[in-house]
């Protein structure tokens, strides 16, 4: 059964940064690639980016290129979104996601929610 | 990028037929996907490439449509599909999702 457990939930300052994981179980990590995808209230669901943990590419949504860092570590089956400069346009749950089916995604993690606030 | 058009909410009865429709603003294939949302949950996927049933999900819901305008329709409706339904296109980049359709069973 493949399940992706995120870290939990986050209260962080203005102008910090957070990272988060996604552990992935009950397939092969390396096999697809993972996306990211922010919900808030105002802004409805928005890809973040993905990366191809076979080979630690990644592509960005142009709208969060230097807000959003994407790593993953193949050791541990783990994928890591670090978000940096932080305000409170970024208050918003984030989801991981395995891409397994021509850009959908049939998996999602239970998400973290993320408060910035002072 | 984009724009997936879907109108804000719809309310019908259990046992009912209803179509929740999804146009983009430029043509996706058929690289459409739907996903219902109940609140404080992630979402789930309902049906992805247009037409294609994901695994578990019931025969209830099906999709259609090609190019620009899609549709995901639920037949016969039961009050558990209270909930929001999402549709995303992974054809263009960035992929993109609609901002939702929120059903209420009357």
């Known amino acids: 059964e493949v399940k992706l457990q995120q870290s939990g939930d986050e209260l962080v300052r203005p102008g910090a940064s957070v990272k988060m994981s996604c552990k992935a179980s009950?397939?092969?990590?390396?096999?697809?690639?993972m996306h990211w995808v922010k919900q808030s209230p105002g802004q409805g669901l928005e890809w973040i980016g993905t990366i191809i943990p076979l080979i630690d590419t990644t592509s960005y949504n142009q709208k969060f290129k230097g807000k959003a860092t994407l790593t993953a570590d193949k050791s541990s089956n783990t994928a890591y979104m670090e978000l940096s400069r932080l305000t409170s346009e970024d208050s918003a749950v984030y989801y991981c996601?395995?891409?397994?089916?021509?850009?959908?995604?049939?998996?999602w993690g239970q998400g973290v929610m993320v408060t910035v606030s002072s | 990028d984009t724009v997936l058009t879907q109108s804000p909410a719809l309310a019908v009865s259990p046992g009912e037929r209803v179509s929740i429709s999804c146009r983009a603003s430029e043509g996706v294939n058929s690289y459409m996907h739907w996903y219902q949302q109940k609140p404080g949950q992630q979402p789930k996927l309902l049906i992805y490439k247009a037409s294609n049933l994901a695994s578990g999900v019931p025969a209830r819901f099906s999709g259609s449509g090609s190019g620009t305008d899609f549709t995901l329709t639920i037949d016969p409706v039961e009050a558990d599909d209270t909930a929001t339904y999402f549709c995303?296109?992974?054809?263009?980049?960035?992929?993109?999702f609609g901002s939702g359709t929120k059903l209420e069973i009357k």
């Open positions: 996601a395995p891409e397994r089916y021509y850009g959908a995604f049939d998996y």
């Open positions: 009950g397939y092969t990590f390396t096999d697809y690639a």
């Open positions: 995303q296109q992974s054809w263009n980049d960035p992929p993109t």
